[in-house]
């Protein structure tokens, strides 16, 4: 009794299955895909030395303050003269705190770390000037910046140039670039939001009591 010769279907012309990547062709796409895996932690490590850089120099920022804890500390009247001007805001520290949060609801809180880091910087030893500009340089000025900022390309240059021999104003012009983006831009929204209004209110309210 002849045995009939079964014949068996090539795995590579199957519908539905695709074999034609050689070993050494998927060799190279492992290690490509290892490279791209690499090169996007890059960016984190740096990210989680500006953050750390950011806890040491505004701790009250980068912590946030629990809206319990700010209605202990203000009165109604002091955060009705928030909406007097975005400098009333900002010379209060728990004033920083809660608009860094509103900020942060936007995906725009590095505008405030930056502002908050010049203030900082002006006030910088001149030996230890050099290095803490590049920090800042790199943390929010540089086209890379894991916080880059919303600043013009001339300012940027210019900004460039000045840390290049660094002085306590060398990010004055950006610093304002900043102010006035916030100013113009989030401030306005800010006084119209419910982190802003419902403080007030339960300040208002606590105070009647």
């Keep these: 009794m002849r045995t009939a010769a079964i014949s068996m279907p090539r795995l590579d012309k199957m ?22 895996k690499t090169q996007r932690k890059r960016p984190k490590t740096f990210g989680m030395d500006v953050k750390a850089y950011l806890r040491s120099m505004i701790p009250h920022l980068e912590s946030g303050m629990k809206s319990s804890k700010s209605k202990d500390i203000l009165s109604a009247e002091e955060v009705m003269q928030w909406s007097q001007s975005l400098e009333k805001l900002l010379a209060n520290q728990t004033g920083q705190s809660i608009f860094g949060n509103f900020l942060k609801s936007e995906f725009s809180e590095e505008n405030i770390e930056f ?9 910088t030893e001149s030996d230890l000037l050099s290095s803490k500009a590049e920090t800042i340089y790199k943390a929010f000025v540089h086209s890379d910046a894991v916080k880059q900022i919303n600043i013009d390309f001339r300012t940027r240059e210019s900004t460039a140039k000045k840390i290049k021999a660094p002085t306590p104003t060398s990010f004055d012009e950006a610093q304002k670039v900043i102010y006035t983006l916030m100013e113009k831009d989030s401030y306005p929204r800010f006084l119209k939001s419910n982190i802003y209004l419902n403080l007030l209110n339960d300040l208002q309210a606590n105070s009647l009591k």
């Design 15 to 36: 519908p539905g299955m695709f074999f034609s990547a050689s070993p050494k062709d998927l060799k190279e796409a492992s290690h490509s895909l290892l490279d791209d």
């Design 115 to 123: 502002w908050l880091a010049c203030e900082d910087y002006k006030k």
